[in-house]
């Protein structure tokens, strides 16, 4: 008895098509780099988080790189670089593997569909899950955010831009957020978050939307305290709404 798509889709399991062909689906994995890394496959209930601090750091800062790079293969010196930038290693290449290995095993015990080759290699070249759909917040937000700055029609440009807005939960993982190369990353896409949000807000002023200008605004404070500029946009909003009261506590 064949499986149903639905089947096929949960478990990513071999299934014989009614062609008598066996074919292979697997589910899509669902990433998030914006404040907490979590990994989350089709199926799943609810996303794992990990932390890119303590023990397991270099196996999901591995697993993170390859994510963030998985249109190209990553040689083992770029990854030995990226995780022992200045420790001397009589054997790198080995240690390498040990924590591919515990990647890959960390990855299963998750519960992820063939994690044995999540992390595919191919002479001496790594990448991320190369048979599957990934999909990436990060990516997701910047095309949105890009969209919605190219989009002349307010409306659809504040429609585009809170879906946006949605996405960005917190920095580029805020946990690595210091490191060498999360660093540039992590400015471009507050950067980006920030000039989408200044030009939503101005939309939604000119719309008369002021219930969601606040709401904006009250999101990018509470991510950034120190956003005077959104605390000036606040301040405008709640008099237009005729909130006069508390506009003085928003600057």
């Given amino acids: 008895m064949s499986r149903t798509a639905k089947e096929i889709e949960t478990t990513g399991l071999p299934c014989e098509a009614q062609n008598g062909e066996t074919i292979q689906v697997v589910p899509k994995i669902d990433v998030t780099m914006f404040g907490k890394f979590t990994l989350k496959q089709e199926g799943m209930e609810v996303p794992h988080a990990v932390s890119l601090t303590g023990r397991s750091r270099r196996l999901w800062t591995l697993t993170a790189y390859l994510i963030l790079h998985r249109d190209r293969g990553v040689s083992a010196q770029e990854l030995i670089d990226l995780l022992w930038p200045e420790a001397e290693n009589d054997n790198p290449l080995s240690t390498l593997q040990n924590n591919v290995s515990r990647a890959r095993a960390a990855l299963a015990e998750l519960g992820f569909t063939h994690a044995k080759v999540i992390i595919h290699n191919e002479k001496g070249y790594y990448r991320w899950a190369p048979d599957r759909e990934t999909q990436l917040d990060v990516e997701q937000f910047e095309t949105l955010a890009k969209a919605a700055l190219a989009e002349e029609d307010m409306e659809k440009s504040v429609a585009l831009a809170q879906k946006a807005v949605a996405l960005y939960t917190g920095d580029f993982l805020t946990e690595s957020a210091t490191e060498f190369w999360c660093i540039n990353l992590n400015t471009y896409y507050r950067s980006l978050y920030t000039r989408l949000c200044r030009a939503a807000v101005d ?49």
């Fill in 203 to 251: 939309r939604l002023l000119k719309l008369g939307r002021i219930t969601d200008a606040e709401k904006l605004c009250t999101g990018v404070i509470r991510l950034d305290p120190a956003a005077e500029e959104f605390s000036v946009f606040l301040m405008q909003a709640l008099i237009q709404n005729k909130k006069p009261e508390k506009s003085a506590g928003a600057l």
